[in-house]
């Protein structure tokens, strides 16, 4: 019932972005210049039919193959082929057809626009829940994302075991979606506006860590958040005092992971040489690693930048010979700065916003 809910709302009921009735489903207005400059190349069509909540481009995407979960009409499919470059791929995988139509019937027009001599882009029809039925050889992907899509889906576990076993060890799962700060009730659940407006499925911000590590991704790294304004009166009477959160995770397929943040005494030294993060680079909200800049960081933090794509980047100090305990700072909090209400402003939780 629910994936016909879905399929109705993103297939009939809205026909643009402007039909939504909440805030929940669209991405803040502030960018890089660098993706408005993207976007502005996707068709005005694709752009219409636009229905995520954040912004899903992580760094160095050069040359990499890439799967977009619940792609819709293939905004970020398309601004995604113009990062991965002509030498690189995007596959975008959507179950309802008149989104996944719009996204096909403009292929050929970005390949011309992007001026590359052949299509980088393929949309498949399939559930983000079955992905193991695309065809995609398992380990063969270097990174996915997903632009507010897993709230609505029936299997979160089983999307997130799906895009794990997809990844390459040091691959990449990077996401935005909605969350809650409580577990929802059910009459919540089962409201068809409410689901299809990306709340009635929200997760609570626990129980998908827990998701995630039961998937295999230990410690989940939370990069961006936001508090969504629910203002629709009729809305906000069925939701009560539940708050809901805009956030952008990244969690790396990396076996070594703790569930928590230990201490072995090491550090990173960022060669500043990310293009567009010279002076900086952020691996989340609590990792913004300076240039040049001897910065301590726990052992997860380690492996994340020198067992993935990040490591030419990095000087790395230390190893695994000696352990110090538990890295100073983790707490069990709401990891959302928005949250900063319930008192939980700069808190990390253990496998949520990483390290302080």
């Not at 009921?13 to 489903?25: F, G, N, R």
């Not at 380990?139 to 994302?145: I, N, Q, T, Y």
């Not at 409201?191 to 990306?198: A, F, I, S």
């Not at 997860?300 to 890295?327: C, V």
Request: charged content about 20%; overall charge negative.
């Amino acid at each position: 019932m629910t994936l016909d809910i879905v399929k109705t709302y993103y297939g009939e009921t809205l026909q643009t972005s402007a039909d939504l009735k909440t805030s929940a489903c669209c991405a803040p207005g502030a960018m890089p210049q660098g993706v408005r400059d993207m976007l502005a190349k996707v068709h005005p069509e694709v752009k219409a039919k636009f229905y995520g909540c954040g912004l899903v481009a992580p760094e160095l995407l050069e040359g990499m193959r890439v799967l977009d979960l619940g792609c819709g009409a293939g905004q970020d499919v398309y601004m995604l082929a113009q990062m991965v470059g002509p030498k690189g791929r995007v596959v975008g995988v959507d179950m309802t057809p008149p989104q996944i139509e719009v996204a096909r019937r403009h292929i050929d027009w970005h390949a011309k626009a992007f001026g590359y001599c052949c299509a980088n882009t393929e949309f498949r029809d399939g559930y983000i829940e079955k992905l193991g039925e695309l065809g995609l050889p398992p380990a063969s992907l270097d990174v996915v994302v997903s632009n507010c899509v897993i709230n609505l889906s029936v299997d979160k576990l089983a999307v997130l075991k799906g895009a794990f076993d997809l990844l390459k060890p040091g691959g990449e799962l990077y996401f935005a979606d909605v969350y809650a700060d409580r577990r929802l009730p059910e009459n919540v659940k089962a409201d068809p506006v409410l689901y299809g407006e990306c709340l009635g499925g929200a997760l609570y911000w626990n129980d998908f860590h827990n998701l995630a590590k039961q998937a295999g991704f230990a410690d989940p790294r939370l990069v961006t958040d936001r508090e969504l304004d629910v203002t629709d009166p009729e809305l906000t009477a069925k939701l009560g005092q539940a708050r809901f959160f805009s956030a952008t995770y990244r969690l790396f397929k990396l076996d070594a992971l703790e569930t928590h943040c230990e201490d072995y005494g090491q550090a990173v030294i960022y060669k500043g040489t990310v293009k567009g993060s010279e002076h900086a680079i952020t691996l989340d909200s609590h990792h913004v690693i300076e240039t040049g800049k001897v910065f301590p960081v726990c052992g997860n933090t380690w492996r994340m930048l020198h067992d993935t794509r990040f490591a030419p980047h990095f000087d790395f100090i230390g190893d695994f010979a000696r352990h110090y305990g538990i890295f100073a700072g983790c707490g069990t909090s709401l990891p959302y700065v928005a949250g900063a209400a319930t008192g939980a402003a700069g808190a990390c939780a253990p496998g949520g916003g990483g390290c302080c």
